[in-house]
């Protein structure tokens, strides 16, 4: 059975960091792309960042860029979500996602492309 679990949220102050998990079991990352995802109360769910962990290729959203980091290990079959200078914005339940993506290159942005998704893990940046 092919799943992904997150892990990693919390509450946290502004300007403070959190690590989050996806950990992927039943399928090898190797040919996979993982992206990232959250949803904010009353909003849509928006992209953050993804990964094609087969090159490492990363895209990250407007939002996050120079504040996020992913990174992927692949022998822990296991993707990270770095996050610093937490905002009160950055608020939201994250959700990870995985599809095929058998030949690298620019990972999919939109939450449609991917197949299987995790159950989300709460982040709540606030004093």
């Known amino acids: 059975q092919l799943q992904v679990v997150e892990s990693g949220g919390g509450l946290v102050q502004p300007g403070g960091s959190l690590t989050l998990s996806c950990a992927a079991s039943?399928?090898?990352?190797?040919?996979?792309?993982i992206g990232w995802f959250r949803q904010a109360p009353g909003k849509e769910r928006e992209g953050v960042s993804c990964?094609?962990?087969?090159?490492?290729?990363?895209y990250y959203a407007d939002s996050v860029k120079g504040r996020f980091t992913i990174s992927s290990d692949n022998d822990k079959n296991t993707v990270y979500l770095q996050m610093h200078s937490l905002r009160p914005e950055d608020t939201a339940v994250y959700f990870c996602?995985?599809?095929?993506?058998?030949?690298?290159?620019?990972?999919?942005?939109?939450?449609?492309?991917?197949?299987?998704w995790g159950q989300g893990t709460r982040v709540t940046v606030s004093s």
């Open positions: 996602a995985a599809r095929r993506w058998r030949f690298g290159g620019n990972c999919p942005r939109a939450a449609r492309a991917y197949e299987y």
């Open positions: 039943g399928f090898t990352l190797d040919y996979y792309a």
């Open positions: 990964i094609s962990s087969s090159d490492s290729i990363t």
